[in-house]
């Protein structure tokens, strides 16, 4: 049985297709209401394996040497021993120049599923890479260079949807972990001691001493780590808001949430004013 899904995206052929070669891709691609997580991301489209396990089940999905032709189409197959021989899965990622700087993007499924069982995550798959794609032009409009960003909390529901979101930006990704580093990619993260390989990739940054300052994503996904620090250090929240340096650019990144003129005041006069930011930024 087979399935067809399309959908026309606002980027050339060759960016998208690049897009879905970038690690993180299908960690974007899927959708987080299923029981699937990525185990393992392939290293080709033109013949790796990617590995993901499907309530506890791995599925093993490998690309097709045969169907790799960059920037038009790739395909992989399920191939997982016992499980590809009572569900056949065949799936072709193919890529059509629309005209105007746009692409068509057509999926096509050989499975013996219903259409209707896989038609949601069809649509979220083209929703997210249309929305991907789209950031990554805002971000390029912005600066064209690719950063290098250290992110904490990375294996977590955010930071993996976060850190898949840089990668297939182009940006490298640094894993700040508690734990000794178990790949290139990672460095071990001690806020009051930071590594000094892990301060080498960031040679703009001219503080030396201790860390005065740690900036979070959300205060509710750091719940702990500011208490802690109200308590023990005397430290002071300020936020959601985006530190840029210079003495103005203070922003709000929470949509709804004013930034008022009070915290502005508040954050120039404080001991570490934007000023002092300056000089990590």
């Excluded at 979101?165 to 894993?175: D, F």
């Excluded at 001493?209 to 005397?234: D, E, F, K, Y």
Aim: include cysteine.
């Amino acid at each position: 049985m087979a399935h067809t899904f399309t959908t026309t995206v606002a980027a050339p052929r060759h960016e998208v297709f690049a897009w879905h070669s970038q690690p993180g891709a299908i960690r974007r691609l899927m959708p987080p209401w299923l029981p699937m997580r990525v185990l393992r991301e392939s290293p080709s489209l033109r013949d790796g394996s990617a590995v993901i396990s499907m309530l506890g089940i791995p599925w093993v999905a490998e690309h097709d040497r045969a169907d790799y032709d960059p920037p038009r189409q790739f395909s992989d197959e399920l191939v997982t021993a016992g499980l590809s021989r009572l569900l056949r899965w065949r799936h072709v990622h193919s890529f059509e120049s629309a005209g105007s700087g746009t692409t068509k993007v057509v999926d096509r499924v050989d499975a013996p599923v219903p259409r209707r069982a896989v038609e949601s995550f069809f649509r979220y798959r083209h929703e997210q890479l249309a929305a991907d794609l789209w950031a990554h032009r805002q971000a390029r409009a912005w600066s064209e260079k690719p950063m290098t960003v250290a992110v904490t909390g990375a294996s977590g529901t955010i930071g993996t949807a976060l850190t898949a979101l840089l990668s297939t930006g182009g940006h490298r990704v640094i894993r700040l972990v508690r734990r000794s580093p178990a790949s290139p990619d990672e460095r071990r993260w001690q806020p009051a001691d930071p590594d000094p390989e892990l301060m080498a990739l960031y040679p703009f940054c001219r503080r030396s001493g201790p860390a005065n300052i740690l900036i979070m994503p959300a205060l509710h996904t750091a719940h702990i780590s500011s208490s802690v620090l109200r308590q023990l250090g005397g430290g002071t929240v300020i936020g959601p808001i985006l530190l840029r340096g210079g003495t103005t650019n203070a922003r709000s990144t929470t949509p709804g949430v004013p930034f008022s003129s009070k915290s502005h005041s508040a954050l120039q006069n404080h001991p570490w004013s934007s000023k002092s930011l300056q000089a990590c930024m």
